[in-house]
Nanobody, 126 residues
Framework: QVQLVESGGGLVQAGGSLRLSCAASGRTFSTYAMGWFRQAPGKEREFVAAINWSGGSTYYADSVKGRFTISRDNAKNTVYLQMNSLKPEDTAVYYC???????????????????WGQGTQVTVSS
């Protein structure tokens, strides 16, 4: 069982930056692929970024590529999402998710992640 707690959300102007953190419980964090997903009001949940167990492989949605960076610190059981050049369309609740996986390529499909955090709100004003 893995418990995830996100933090770092807030209100920011367009063009600004935020850094989300997701702290995980348990001693096996380094065997989990981690993903960030988001859901805007009235829209379906969508993939944002994912990182494999070692941090050696990352994937991004086209909409955030070049602006967002996912990283992890296995010693701190934490995954991060650095978000730069934020746009109003980035406004959403952001969720981190975990899946036991030691493959090179992290999963990008939300249904494959069994563990989820409670979410943190990100609001980007124009």
């Amino acid at each position: 069982q893995v418990q995830l707690v996100e933090s770092g959300g807030g209100l920011v102007q367009a063009g600004g930056s935020l850094r989300l953190s997701c702290a995980a419980s348990g001693r096996t964090f380094s065997t989990y692929a981690m993903g960030w997903f988001r859901q805007a009001p009235g829209k379906e949940r969508e993939f944002v970024a994912a990182i494999n167990w070692s941090g050696g492989s990352t994937y991004y949605a086209d909409s955030v590529k070049g602006r967002f960076t996912i990283s992890r610190d296995n010693a701190k059981n934490t995954v991060y999402l650095q978000m730069n050049s934020l746009k109003p369309e980035d406004t959403a609740v952001y969720y981190c998710a975990a899946r036991y996986s030691i493959t090179y390529r992290p999963e990008t499909t939300g249904e494959l992640y069994p563990y989820w955090g409670q979410g943190t709100q990100v609001t980007v004003s124009s």
